[in-house]
Each structure stands twice: as C-alpha cells, then as structure tokens.
C-alpha cells in the first residue's frame, strides 16, 4: 500500500517529512525491550511543522477568546530572536469579526504585516481558534493522498509521557477523495501553549481501510487453543529470559517470534 505525499500550500518545501519513531525519549530504558510499546509508537508517522531550522514559534491561549502566537528566528545559530507577534481577538458570541493585531519586536527583518500573517496561517488555522473554546489547529508540513478505500487518521503523539499534554481532537478523514490540509486540532486551558520547531513532531498519522468490521465470539474449540497457545507462549518466554549489563531482567521471546513470522 502506497501513500501519496503533497505539501503545505502556503510553505511547499519547507518542514522535515514524516518519519516513523518507535522511541519516545521520556520513557524509562525498559521501553527499549517492549516491542509491543514500540510497534504502538511507531504506528504510522510522525508529522513536522512547515518550519525551516532557524525559524519556530510559540502559540498561547490566554483565555476569553484571545491567542497569541511568536515567530522567532535564529540566523546566527546563536540566540533566537522574536521577529513578531500576532494576537488575535474572537468575537464575542462567534458574532462579529476576528481581530488580528501584528506587533514588530525586530527590526531586523523586512516583514510587512500581510507577510506576519501569512506565515500565521501557515502556522495555524484561524477559523479553527476556539472551537471548542481554547481549540488550535497546528498545520503539517505535509499531506496525504491515500488509495481508494484508506482514510488518514490524525492523533497525537503516542507514548508521550512527559505533562502536562494538551488534549487533541483525533480525526479519520477520507484521503482517497478530500484533498485535506493535515492539521491537529489540540484543545488548551487559559495560560496553557504550544511550541513548534524545525525537528519537533506537532502529531501522528496513521491509516486505515474504509470496511466494515464485525465482531463474533469465539467457540469453545477456538477458546482451548488459545488457552494452549498462551501456555506455550509463557513458557517460552520464561526460559528465553536474558540479563542487560544495568541488571534488567527480559524476554526477547515475543520479538523474535514477531520477526520469524514477518519474514
């Protein structure tokens, strides 16, 4: 199965391509030897933002209806630099227009304001703020074409650890037919924001088949031998069990019957 690639439309070109991860860098060393826990990290890709490596930003909620997002540079591979903020305003009650205020930190970069907000909205969705209230739809830096009968389902970054971790919205869109903007909406409390950089993942994809599922019991038969697998499998296990220099105990067991029945 062969996935289709295309660029953010308002950045082609810029931004990491998605990448499968089965490490996360929080978790404690044992992870190393959970091949179940990586093979759930490594589902599907990872998605970067339409960012080049000296630009990033932060995006914040500050509550009531107002965000505020920073563009910074780093030209000299030194410090980085705020170059802008936009602070945007919702109307009161979804009535109304949508306040946008640029403010030039720096005046070491030629950016007219149309310029500040369209790299915003490469950034960002705008007619996504605040729905639902703290909503912030983070573009990727890539999108996908999926063959007839797959979707894309779009989450957050497994496995990730580390708090707090904002909530996202997860989404399954048709991709075989909707030419859609990848984006993950994340849902933050008042004082709560995002950072985004060159090599920082903003989400996850993965895809699945459009087909219906049912579900059955099993029968008796079916039961036993699974009874029987399990015992086997346990058994083995334990006497595949080997020792790491650090003195943690574990089984490759599961890994290399894993791999024996992939190849």
């Known amino acids: 199965m062969e996935v289709r690639l295309y660029p953010n439309s308002s950045r ?4 990491l391509k998605p990448r499968r991860e089965g490490q996360r860098p ?3 060393q044992h992870a190393r030897h959970c091949p179940v826990l990586e093979a759930g990290s490594a589902l599907g890709f990872l998605v970067y933002p339409p960012l080049e490596p000296h ?9 009531e209806g107002r965000y505020q997002l920073i563009y910074f540079l780093n030209t000299g591979g030194e410090k980085w630099e705020p170059i802008f903020t936009v602070s945007i305003v919702l109307p009161i009650g979804s009535i109304g227009m949508m306040k946008e205020e640029v403010s030039f930190v720096s005046d070491k970069q030629a950016i ?6 369209g790299i915003l909205r490469a950034f960002i969705v705008p007619e996504d703020l605040g729905t639902p209230p703290g909503a912030i739809s983070l573009r990727g830096a890539t999108n996908f074409k999926t063959p007839a009968g797959w979707d894309t389902v779009y989450t957050p970054i497994f496995n990730m650890i580390e708090r707090p971790i904002a909530p996202m919205l997860v989404v399954r869109v048709e991709t075989d037919w909707y030419p859609h903007e990848t984006e993950f909406r994340y849902v933050l409390q ?3 924001g995002i950072h985004g950089a060159h090599n920082m993942p903003i989400g996850q994809v993965f895809f ?4 219906e599922v049912t579900v059955a019991d099993c029968t008796k038969e079916e039961l036993a031998a699974i009874q029987t697998s399990r015992q086997e499998f346990f058994h083995q296990k334990a006497a595949a069990k080997i020792m790491t220099p650090y003195g943690l105990e574990y089984s490759p067991h599961y890994l290399r019957q894993s791999r024996s029945r992939n190849s």
């Open 12 to 15: 082609p070109g810029l931004g």
């Open 26 to 28: 929080l978790l404690p």
């Open 55 to 63: 630009e990033s930003f932060h995006i914040e909620y500050q509550g």
């Open 112 to 117: 007219s304001r149309d310029t500040a907000l």
């Open 190 to 192: 008042p004082g709560e």
């Open 208 to 211: 699945v088949p459009r087909e």
